[in-house]
């Protein structure tokens, strides 16, 4: 079976995510990734990213480097010393320029990144990268043939003083902390307990995420 027979037989969007504190930023990724077939999850803190990945199970994660309380290395590392999230490929998104931040990311097992400001053919090399031509393509040609014609909006110029905010219900929108505290008492409430996040970060670097022990 084809990736388009696949797809047309169980049409559910594939979830990637989104984990960046910046409104804006969440919400050209988010619309990109739509408007190639993906359902986009966001998250605008690490806590909450390791709790989506942990629900949803994206296929792939875009990462911020700079965020407040965990960043973008902290939140890595833990995604990869958890057995359920290690294999997610994670793309590391940044506007620094420095070797030695990238080379640390790929380090701790990230699969690549990319640079502020990106494009949207950028986005799809990466996502072709890591899910393969076939699939990525598929999608778009469903999603061209579920889409409806819409009246033309004008994209609003962002404000770094007042982002524009993400339209509620639009999509799987995170709330900081909502999703950690729904997934410790629904799931597995000492999975995430604070002892053990510390005990990963803590942790040195490990072997790349197909061969790291069980956690």
């Known amino acids: 079976m084809t990736a388009q027979e696949s797809i047309e037989t169980h049409p559910q969007p594939i979830p990637v ?45 875009f990462l911020d480097i700079l965020m407040p309380d965990l960043s973008g290395h902290q939140t890595l590392k833990l995604l990869k010393r958890l057995k359920a999230t290690r294999s997610i490929p994670v793309i590391m998104i940044t506007a620094l320029s420095d070797t030695e931040n990238l080379g640390l990311a790929v380090k701790e097992g990230a699969a690549g990144f990319i640079r502020k400001p990106f494009t949207r053919a950028l986005i799809l090399e990466k996502l072709q990268e890591l899910l ?39 999509r799987h929108n995170v709330h900081p902390g909502e999703a950690l505290r729904r997934y410790q ?6 999975a995430l307990r604070p002892e053990l996040i510390k005990e990963l970060l803590l942790r040195p670097p490990q072997p790349p995420p197909s061969h790291l022990p069980e956690t």
């Not at 061209?144 to 110029?157: A, N, R, S």
């Not at 008492?185 to 000492?190: G, I, M, Q």
């Open 132 to 170: 393969g031509s076939e699939l990525v393509q598929a999608l778009a040609v469903l999603r061209l043939q579920q889409k409806t014609p819409e009246p033309e909006e004008e994209v609003p110029t962002p404000s770094p003083a007042a982002p524009a905010p993400v339209p509620p219900g639009e």
């Open 185 to 190: 008492v629904e799931t597995d409430p000492s």
């Open 17 to 61: 995510l989104i984990v960046d504190d910046d409104i804006w930023m969440q919400r050209i990724l988010s619309r990109t990734l739509e408007s190639m077939g993906f359902e986009a999850l966001v998250a605008s803190n690490g806590y909450d990213a390791v709790a989506v990945a942990l629900e949803r199970k994206p296929a792939v994660i």
